[in-house]
C-alpha cells in the first residue's frame, strides 16, 4: 500500500480512538432543597487545618500533603473529637432527609428525575439501520 506503517498506525489509532469515545452523558439538575451531605472526620480535621495554615499562602498541594500527614499522625482522642462530630453530623443529616422526604418539593423532584430518565432513554437508543 502507499503508505507507511507509521500512517498506517496514525489510521488505525484514530479508529481505535473513535471507537473508545466516551458519549455525553445527561445528567439531571441536583435537587437544591435536599438537605447537604454532612462532611466527613478527614474534611472537618482538612477545614481546620486550612484555617490554621491559611496566612502561609501555601499551594493546594502542599496544604494536601501537610493535611494528610497530620492525619496519619494525630492522636487517636483527637481523631475520635472528630469522628464523633462526623457521625453526630451523619445522624442530624439522617433525620433532616426523613423530614425532607415527607415534604411536597422532594414528590416533585421525583416526578422530574422519573420524566428526565424516560426523555434521556429515548435519545440514548440507537438509531435501527434498515
Known amino acids: 500500500s502507499g503508505m ?7 489510521v ?4 481505535v480512538h ?4 466516551r458519549k455525553y452523558h445527561r ?3 441536583p435537587d437544591t432543597h435536599a438537605p447537604t451531605k454532612p462532611s466527613s472526620a478527614y474534611v472537618m480535621f482538612s477545614n481546620d487545618i486550612r484555617a490554621e495554615l491559611k496566612q502561609q499562602n501555601k ?3 502542599d496544604l494536601a500533603k501537610i493535611i494528610g500527614d497530620r492525619w496519619k499522625n494525630i492522636s487517636a482522642n483527637e481523631k475520635e473529637i472528630y469522628e464523633l ?3 453526630k453530623a451523619k445522624e442530624l443529616y439522617a433525620k433532616q432527609v426523613d423530614a425532607y422526604q415527607q415534604t411536597e418539593s422532594f414528590q416533585c423532584y421525583q416526578k422530574y428525575l422519573s420524566e428526565f430518565k ?13
Open 4 to 10: 507507511s506503517s507509521t500512517e498506517e498506525e496514525a
Open 12 to 15: 488505525t489509532n484514530d479508529n
Open 18 to 21: 473513535r471507537l473508545w469515545k
Open 27 to 29: 445528567h439531571p439538575k
Open 59 to 61: 499551594s493546594f498541594t
Open 85 to 87: 462530630g462526623a457521625q
Open 118 to 130: 424516560s426523555q434521556n432513554e429515548v435519545a440514548a437508543r440507537p438509531i435501527k439501520q434498515i
